[in-house]
């Protein structure tokens, strides 16, 4: 039995480090991917963790797969396909480590699983399945990711959402936002970003998008709102937190983060599906707390998966810092 199954891309970030002695741009070779970050983070939180998805034949898969095992995630999930090359993101940050993407994914191995491939057995066993929607943009691995969501539903499993749009990775802004709106109908808990919730939902008004999810069926919506912190919804209750202001080197895994810490607390308190709709604010207030500390220790290291933080970490912060709405714990 796994706490959370992890399914979609798990790839290399290849991210800016400065220039070398003849002026030449310096990329650092990151382990990441968004379900992958998100899963470091619980494992690293302490629950037990397995990967499900592709990479390529090559370098760059070796190094990943030995990643996640020594993160002791399980990677019996993981197929390296012998005719694809493992994703490759390039990451430029800003001044404020904000960042650009470039992709190297014409294919790339992630969008290569098959229906037929998916591990039935690891999917079954989890308390919690968490997907993208970068698995989304391209077949197979649009029908795989929605077919593993379903068959995680059927057997009783939370289904976590995170629609992480990258609009280089879609053919069109229309196409993107039917396939992100049809698979959030798979999913008990979603997060989305501020600029997300639009594409979603229709709606500019944070509130009222998460409200239109919740209508649709889904039982908890976070929404992350940058420095301003995040905000979480269930049916009959909501919360709002400010994030810490923390220096950022690095915002490539802040969202992963921060997912995780939230997946972290539902894990934690041992929720189950039919549960998730009357978690109340009290409840809300100390996931989101949880989460955003996350995300601001991520925000100061570089890289994705290296960036995630350990439970000690969070626990030290929150000690340190207290509480962001005033006071201490």
């Given at each position: 039995?796994?706490?959370?199954?992890?399914l979609?891309?798990?790839?290399?970030d290849?991210t800016?480090?400065?220039?070398?002695q003849d002026?030449?741009r310096?990329?650092?070779?990151?382990?990441?991917g968004?379900?992958a970050n998100?899963?470091?983070?619980l494992?690293?939180?302490?629950?037990?963790?397995?990967?499900?998805?592709?990479v390529?034949a090559?370098?760059?898969?070796?190094?990943?797969?030995e990643?996640?095992?020594g993160?002791?995630?399980?990677?019996?999930g993981?197929?390296?396909?012998e005719?694809?090359?493992?994703?490759?993101a390039?990451?430029?940050?800003?001044?404020?480590?904000e960042?650009?993407?470039?992709?190297?994914?014409?294919?790339?191995?992630?969008?290569?699983?098959r229906?037929?491939?998916?591990p039935?057995?690891?999917?079954?066993?989890?308390?919690?399945?968490h997907f993208?929607?970068?698995?989304?943009t391209?077949?197979?691995?649009?029908?795989?990711a929605?077919e593993?969501?379903?068959?995680a539903?059927?057997?009783?499993?939370?289904?976590?959402?995170?629609?992480?749009?990258?609009?280089?990775l879609?053919r069109?802004?229309?196409?993107?936002?039917?396939?992100?709106?049809?698979?959030?109908?798979?999913?008990?808990?979603?997060?989305?970003?501020?600029?997300?919730?639009?594409l979603?939902?229709g709606?500019?008004?944070?509130?009222?998008?998460?409200?239109?999810?919740?209508e649709q069926?889904?039982?908890?919506?976070?929404?992350t709102l940058g420095d301003?912190?995040?905000a979480?919804?269930t049916?009959?209750?909501?919360?709002?937190?400010?994030?810490?202001?923390?220096p950022?080197?690095?915002?490539?895994?802040?969202?992963?983060?921060?997912?995780?810490?939230f997946?972290?607390?539902?894990?934690?308190?041992?929720?189950?599906?039919?549960?998730?709709?009357?978690?109340a604010?009290r409840?809300?207030?100390?996931?989101?707390?949880?989460?955003?500390?996350?995300?601001?220790?991520?925000?100061?290291?570089?890289?994705g998966?290296?960036?995630?933080?350990?439970?000690d970490?969070v626990?030290?912060f929150l000690?340190?810092?207290?509480?962001p709405?005033g006071?201490?714990?």
């Amino acid at each position: 039995m796994f706490d959370v199954v992890a399914l979609g891309e798990l790839l290399i970030d290849f991210t800016y480090a400065g220039a070398s002695q003849d002026g030449m741009r310096l990329f650092e070779q990151n382990p990441g991917g968004a379900p992958a970050n998100v899963l470091t983070a619980l494992a690293n939180f302490g629950c037990r963790a397995a990967f499900v998805g592709k990479v390529g034949a090559d370098m760059h898969g070796d190094f990943l797969r030995e990643t996640l095992r020594g993160k002791h995630i399980d990677t019996s999930g993981v197929i390296v396909d012998e005719d694809a090359f493992t994703t490759l993101a390039f990451v430029s940050l800003n001044a404020a480590g904000e960042r650009s993407f470039s992709f190297a994914r014409k294919p790339g191995a992630d969008t290569r699983l098959r229906t037929e491939e998916l591990p039935r057995s690891i999917i079954e066993r989890c308390g919690i399945f968490h997907f993208g929607s970068l698995s989304l943009t391209e077949e197979p691995a649009r029908q795989a990711a929605l077919e593993a969501a379903s068959l995680a539903r059927r057997s009783g499993a939370i289904v976590s959402y995170d629609p992480n749009y990258r609009a280089q990775l879609w053919r069109s802004v229309d196409e993107a936002v039917q396939m992100m709106r049809n698979a959030a109908a798979y999913a008990d808990v979603i997060k989305l970003s501020e600029e997300e919730v639009p594409l979603l939902t229709g709606e500019t008004c944070c509130e009222k998008g998460a409200k239109k999810l919740l209508e649709q069926g889904c039982s908890c919506v976070a929404v992350t709102l940058g420095d301003r912190g995040a905000a979480a919804y269930t049916a009959n209750d909501s919360a709002t937190v400010p994030a810490w202001h923390v220096p950022a080197v690095d915002a490539t895994g802040a969202g992963d983060a921060f997912w995780g810490g939230f997946l972290f607390k539902i894990v934690e308190r041992g929720l189950t599906r039919s549960a998730l709709k009357d978690v109340a604010s009290r409840s809300l207030t100390d996931f989101i707390i949880f989460a955003n500390a996350a995300a601001a220790l991520c925000v100061q290291k570089r890289g994705g998966i290296p960036a995630m933080p350990g439970l000690d970490e969070v626990t030290r912060f929150l000690a340190l810092k207290g509480d962001p709405r005033g006071g201490l714990f």
